[in-house]
Each structure stands twice: as structure tokens, then as C-alpha cells.
């Protein structure tokens, strides 16, 4: 099946309006895999963890640079944690009536990040950012060792149902 559209989950802003090293990497990574697949859509996911602009507008910008058209770039800039990745881009993905997405982001991100969105009924595939570019390996692993305790918190609160008052409000929309 053909994916409708590639999802680059946003990641902090170095300064105001200065995308760091692992959204650089994911927005390269997705206009990569943008292009090869032949995807319709890139959306851009990240709101405002810090001073404007939200992360989508940065990724949105970073896009637009490396070719992508305006009039194919999504940008969802309400998600503040991956959960929310999840819940906003979900609404955008069922108002559009799209099938399948391939979900980019760092590599050791995906699992959690495939669980959520799956997890709230989306079909999502995975295409990781593998390289660790600007960051060095110290970072890295302490991303990952968070990483793992975050996948577990998540199936804790999918597990008592702490998700579903937010996913209907923000669908039913």
C-alpha cells in the first residue's frame, strides 16, 4: 500500500526560531523519504515548547528550502509531546480520509512513537532517522535509556485509559 502522506514529529528549537540537530535531522530525513516514496504529503508536527514559532513553522520553512511545495506541506503546530503528535495529526489524517502514513522520526523514538499513533487506530509505518548527526554519543544514549522509561509510561496510561478523554475531544472536533 502507498502511504498518503510522510508525519516528521517535531523536536526542540536550539533558539527562537533556530531548528536544532534532531529536527534537522528528521525534516531531511522526511523530505527524503518524501521524495523517494513518491508521498503526496508531508506533515509537519510540533507546536510551541518554548518561545515562538512552533516547531511545525520551522519544519514547515526547513521544507520549503529543501524543494517541497507549500501546497504539500500539513502543518499540525499544536502538539506538545508525542502523544499529541499523535492526536493532531490522527485528526488531520481521518478529516482527509488517508489510509496509511509513514512516520519519520529519530531511531530511537520510533517504537514508542509507532505505538501511540497505532495504538489510537492510525496506520503508520516507520521509516527512522538512524545517524545521531550533532549529537554525541553521551546524548544519544541518555535519549535512549529516557526513551525506554517514556514507552513504558505511555503503555501505562494507554492501559487505564488516560488517553481517551483527549482523543475525543480533539477528534470530535
Not at 517535531?10 to 531548528?19: F, K, R, S
Not at 526547513?62 to 511545495?69: F, I, Q, R, S, Y
Not at 503508520?124 to 538512524?130: C, E, T
Request: proline letters at 5%; a positive charge.
Amino acid at each position: 500500500m502507498t502511504a498518503d502522506a510522510v508525519v516528521v514529529l517535531g523536536a526542540a528549537l536550539a533558539a527562537t526560531g533556530v531548528p536544532g540537530p534532531a529536527l534537522k535531522r528528521r525534516i531531511n530525513h522526511g523530505v527524503r523519504v518524501l521524495n523517494e516514496r513518491k508521498v503526496a504529503y508531508l506533515v509537519v508536527s510540533g507546536g510551541v515548547s518554548g518561545p515562538p514559532p512552533a516547531e511545525a513553522e520551522v519544519m514547515r520553512a526547513l521544507a520549503l528550502d529543501l524543494g517541497v511545495p507549500d501546497e504539500r506541506i500539513v502543518v499540525e503546530d499544536r502538539a506538545a509531546n508525542t502523544f499529541e503528535n499523535a492526536v493532531y495529526s490522527g485528526r488531520i489524517i481521518r478529516e482527509r480520509g488517508w489510509r496509511q502514513v509513514v512516520l519519520v522520526t529519530d531511531g530511537f523514538h520510533m517504537p514508542r512513537a509507532l505505538y501511540v499513533f497505532r495504538r489510537l487506530g492510525l496506520t503508520a509505518v516507520g521509516d527512522p532517522v538512524r545517524k545521531r548527526t550533532g549529537w554525541s554519543r553521551r546524548k544519544w544514549c541518555k535519549a535512549c535509556f529516557l526513551e525506554l522509561w517514556a514507552f513504558v509510561y505511555s503503555a501505562y496510561l494507554f492501559r487505564v485509559g488516560r488517553h481517551k478523554p483527549v482523543v475525543e475531544a480533539v477528534w470530535r472536533r
